[in-house]
């Protein structure tokens, strides 16, 4: 997909995503139903304005101008000539803001929200939903709200279901789904639409589409890294996932478990796998809301066992001055292969299973401490959950969102909250990478500061060399890790990114 560029004075840069417009110019407007609904009448301006758009990133001057703008907002100067505000700014932060196209510098993204003119009549849309990828808290609530946001704000009455998948499209019967019908399924964890990974032919979905007279498609990708590839990738500039503040909140129960486990022996270590293949959020986050963890490990900080200041050493260290220990350890940390599955996911081996046959075998040794580890895998057990308070209003938006975005012509686009503000970002920038953890960053340091482990930025050569051997090895055919050293100063920047979500509609 060619990207959509609107520029404009001062460096202005709208990433726009398609509109049905581009491709039919002739296409017929209809009246938003929604001035009508009840619910939206204690709304005093319900209608997004086409030119709303919302701040990606500023510079520094920008963000000077935009205190100006600000200041002038309070005193009630900056509008337009029709008296409406110009700049609109949440909390307390110059970056959550949506201004107008004019405004200062930078590059932004179209706000979302109901358009006052529509693309498709009510009465003459067919609609459908389908999950596809690894399960996630929320799929479910999101699944609801799309069918009784459809129905209830636009009057959209023939919304469909399909089953398995994106190969479901063409190999599976789709069902009618009906608020009623989906009236209590946000209480359930997983999709009751069932889901699939990778292997679908996308030619023979489009001939589904025509062949069942769909007209408007609402796609729901959702995965940590890689289920989401049949639109594209998440990519970095998404604040956060829904189902993410349920995860974190459930990965409370395994690693309060490994603490007790770990608490009731002597030198008693719990060690807890967590979600994160290539990003360590999920750890990061579980970690610093636990309070308990010893040690946290993830993908985009290595770590080296062996030699002074190893994790070795630090794990011996602690259990001598605590008496216990507990480690988090996201599913990449340390992982190199290069195996991939349908989808393009790393086929990772089991870091948890390696690290505790490592931990147990250094400890095994001669004139070494006698330890009792307990290992807890709870990755499935987090993701199959139903989704918590906040996660169930995040799902409720976004999902309101994709449908406003589809009945206004939008098309090609993903829903995602940027610097605290909802809006489309559209499907190319979603292949440019992965969120990451920034081990130079603060919440890191926050992390380092809870565990007080070391950062492992500095091994010594002999440390090296013995990781290094360390991950030729094949013991009990498990992948050893390789050691990725680095330099003090580099900045190992990097889906959500654990758990992603998008939204994409088409014709």
Same mark, same amino acid.
């Given at each position: 997909?060619?990207?959509?560029?609107?520029?404009?004075?001062?460096?202005?840069?709208?990433?726009?995503?398609?509109?049905?417009?581009?491709?039919?110019?002739?296409?017929?407007?209809?009246?938003?139903?929604?001035?009508?609904?009840?619910?939206? &009448?204690?709304?005093?301006?319900?209608?997004?304005?086409?030119?709303?758009?919302?701040? @990606?990133?500023?510079?520094?001057?920008?963000?000077?101008?935009?205190?100006?703008?600000?200041?002038?907002?309070?005193?009630?100067?900056?509008?337009?000539?029709?008296?409406?505000?110009?700049?609109?700014?949440?909390?307390?932060?110059?970056? @959550?803001?949506?201004?107008?196209?004019?405004?200062?510098?930078?590059?932004?993204?179209?706000? @979302?929200?109901?358009?006052?003119?529509?693309?498709?009549?009510?009465?003459?849309?067919?609609?459908?939903?389908?999950?596809?990828?690894?399960?996630?808290?929320?799929?479910?609530?999101?699944?609801?709200?799309?069918?009784?946001?459809?129905?209830?704000?636009?009057?959209?009455?023939?919304?469909?279901?399909?089953?398995?998948?994106?190969?479901?499209?063409?190999?599976?019967?789709?069902?009618?789904?009906?608020?009623?019908?989906?009236?209590?399924?946000?209480?359930?964890?997983?999709?009751?639409?069932?889901?699939?990974?990778?292997?679908?032919?996308?030619?023979?979905?489009?001939?589904?589409?025509?062949?069942?007279?769909?007209?408007?498609?609402?796609?729901?990708?959702?995965?940590?890294?890689?289920? @989401?590839?049949?639109?594209?990738?998440?990519?970095?500039?998404?604040?956060?996932?829904?189902?993410?503040?349920?995860?974190?909140?459930?990965?409370?129960?395994?690693?309060?478990?490994?603490?007790?486990?770990?608490?009731?022996?002597?030198?008693?270590?719990?060690?807890?796998?967590?979600?994160?293949?290539?990003?360590?959020?999920?750890?990061?986050?579980?970690?610093?809301?636990?309070?308990?963890?010893?040690?946290?490990?993830?993908?985009?900080?290595?770590?080296?066992?062996?030699?002074?200041?190893?994790?070795?050493?630090?794990?011996?260290?602690?259990?001598?001055?605590?008496?216990?220990?507990?480690?988090?350890?996201?599913?990449?940390?340390?992982?190199?292969?290069?195996?991939?599955?349908?989808?393009?996911?790393?086929?990772?081996?089991?870091?948890?299973?390696?690290?505790?046959?490592?931990?147990?075998?250094?400890?095994?040794?001669?004139?070494?401490?006698?330890?009792?580890?307990?290992?807890?895998?709870?990755?499935?057990?987090?993701?199959?959950?139903? &989704?918590?308070?906040?996660?169930?209003?995040?799902?409720?938006?976004?999902?309101?969102?994709?449908?406003?975005?589809?009945?206004?012509?939008?098309?090609?686009?993903?829903?995602?909250?940027?610097?605290?503000?909802?809006?489309?970002?559209?499907?190319?920038?979603?292949?440019?990478?992965?969120?990451?953890?920034?081990?130079?960053?603060?919440?890191?340091?926050?992390?380092?500061?809870?565990?007080?482990?070391?950062?492992?930025?500095?091994?010594?050569?002999?440390?090296?060399?013995?990781?290094?051997?360390?991950?030729?090895?094949?013991?009990?055919?498990?992948?050893?890790?390789?050691?990725?050293?680095?330099?003090?100063?580099?900045?190992?920047?990097?889906?959500?990114?654990?758990?992603?979500?998008?939204?994409?509609?088409?014709?």
């Amino acid at each position: 997909m060619e990207p959509k560029l609107v520029t404009g004075e001062g460096g202005y840069v709208l990433e726009d995503v398609p509109h049905l417009s581009d491709y039919l110019p002739d296409l017929p407007t209809f009246h938003n139903p929604i001035q009508d609904n009840p619910a939206y &009448s204690v709304v005093k301006q319900y209608f997004v304005h086409d030119e709303d758009t919302v701040v @990606q990133n500023v510079g520094l001057l920008n963000l000077k101008l935009a205190k100006i703008v600000h200041i002038m907002f309070i005193m009630g100067a900056a509008t337009y000539n029709d008296g409406k505000p110009k700049v609109i700014l949440a909390y307390f932060l110059i970056l @959550q803001a949506v201004h107008h196209k004019d405004g200062p510098r930078g590059n932004y993204f179209r706000r @979302q929200g109901p358009r006052q003119m529509i693309y498709f009549e009510p009465d003459e849309v067919t609609a459908c939903i389908v999950t596809c990828g690894g399960l996630c808290p929320g799929l479910n609530t999101v699944i609801r709200e799309l069918v009784c946001s459809l129905d209830y704000l636009y009057g959209v009455k023939r919304v469909f279901g399909i089953e398995g998948g994106y190969k479901g499209f063409y190999s599976r019967n789709i069902i009618p789904l009906t608020p009623r019908s989906v009236n209590n399924i946000h209480k359930r964890g997983g999709t009751v639409l069932g889901t699939s990974r990778g292997g679908y032919v996308t030619s023979k979905i489009v001939d589904s589409i025509q062949d069942r007279g769909i007209n408007q498609v609402i796609v729901y990708i959702i995965g940590g890294d890689g289920t @989401q590839r049949g639109a594209s990738v998440i990519y970095q500039v998404i604040d956060k996932s829904f189902g993410f503040d349920t995860a974190v909140e459930e990965a409370q129960r395994a690693i309060n478990a490994a603490h007790v486990e770990a608490e009731s022996v002597e030198n008693g270590i719990g060690l807890v796998k967590l979600m994160g293949r290539d990003s360590g959020f999920i750890a990061m986050y579980a970690t610093l809301a636990n309070r308990d963890v010893d040690c946290c490990l993830i993908p985009e900080s290595p770590f080296y066992l062996e030699g002074p200041g190893g994790l070795y050493e630090f794990i011996e260290e602690r259990i001598r001055a605590n008496g216990h220990m507990v480690i988090v350890i996201a599913e990449g940390a340390g992982e190199t292969l290069d195996e991939r599955d349908d989808s393009g996911n790393k086929l990772f081996k089991d870091v948890g299973l390696w690290m505790s046959h490592k931990i147990k075998d250094y400890f095994a040794a001669p004139k070494r401490m006698q330890i009792t580890l307990k290992y807890i895998d709870p990755t499935y057990m987090i993701r199959a959950v139903p &989704s918590n308070a906040s996660d169930n209003v995040y799902c409720a938006i976004l999902a309101q969102s994709a449908i406003h975005g589809a009945m206004a012509g939008y098309t090609g686009f993903t829903v995602g909250t940027v610097n605290g503000r909802n809006c489309y970002i559209p499907f190319y920038r979603i292949v440019e990478g992965q969120n990451k953890v920034v081990i130079t960053d603060r919440m890191w340091a926050r992390v380092l500061s809870s565990t007080n482990q070391p950062s492992f930025m500095n091994p010594p050569k002999d440390a090296v060399a013995a990781a290094t051997k360390a991950s030729n090895d094949r013991e009990n055919g498990i992948e050893e890790i390789k050691l990725r050293k680095i330099k003090p100063s580099e900045n190992h920047v990097g889906d959500h990114h654990l758990m992603c979500n998008g939204f994409s509609n088409g014709i």
